[in-house]
């Protein structure tokens, strides 16, 4: 017996199920960034994000529903991979930028997508294209999409060469 939920999941569009995929990298970031600058632990920004970002409308917007799986698995792995997911991304910065020197936003983004990277089956490109528009959302007129790309490009050869 289906409940409604997987009816309802179902019945999305696949461009529907991409939009809310795509919704819960950007919300991951932003609570991993929330975590970061907080100290909060990954449940309650979590629970947070679930109950107060989710489909909320604020000053008119309406924020996209997010894939609630994929969003607590990208927070999750984010912080349960970390040190795995830092170190890669050291080893994808040039010597003079360490992983401490860059923006927090960035940090935050470069956890979510190595997680995803190293923790699931989405391909690599397809993660890397994800949080490249991320960083364009964050960063709009700045350098930092292509920076993404280029780090994340050698943290994608690295957690899955056969990819490439």
């Known amino acids: 017996m ?3 939920h997987e009816e309802e999941r179902k019945s999305l569009s ?3 199920k ?3 995929k795509s919704a819960s990298r950007l919300y991951a970031v932003q609570a991993l960034y929330q975590m970061e600058v907080s100290d909060q632990i990954a449940d309650q920004v979590i629970l947070e994000f679930l109950d107060h970002r989710f489909g909320a409308v604020v000053e008119d917007v309406e924020w996209l529903e997010g894939d609630t799986k994929l969003f607590k698995q990208l927070v999750k792995e984010a912080v349960n991979w970390q040190a795995k997911v830092d170190q890669m991304t ?3 910065l040039v010597a003079k930028w360490p992983l401490g020197r860059i923006d ?4 935050a983004l ?4 190595g997680a995803e990277l190293t923790q699931s089956e989405t391909p ?3 993660v890397i294209t ?6 364009r959302a964050f960063f709009p007129e700045g350098k930092e999409p292509k920076f993404v790309n280029a780090v994340l490009d050698h943290m994608a050869r690295e957690a899955k060469p056969e990819a490439f």
């Open 90 to 92: 050291d080893r994808a």
């Open 14 to 16: 696949n461009n529907q």
């Open 110 to 113: 470069f956890r979510a997508a």
């Open 104 to 107: 927090s936003t960035l940090r």
């Open 124 to 126: 690599p490109k397809v």
């Open 130 to 135: 994800e949080y490249v528009d991320v960083a």
């Open 18 to 20: 991409r939009k809310m």
């Open 2 to 4: 289906s409940t409604g």
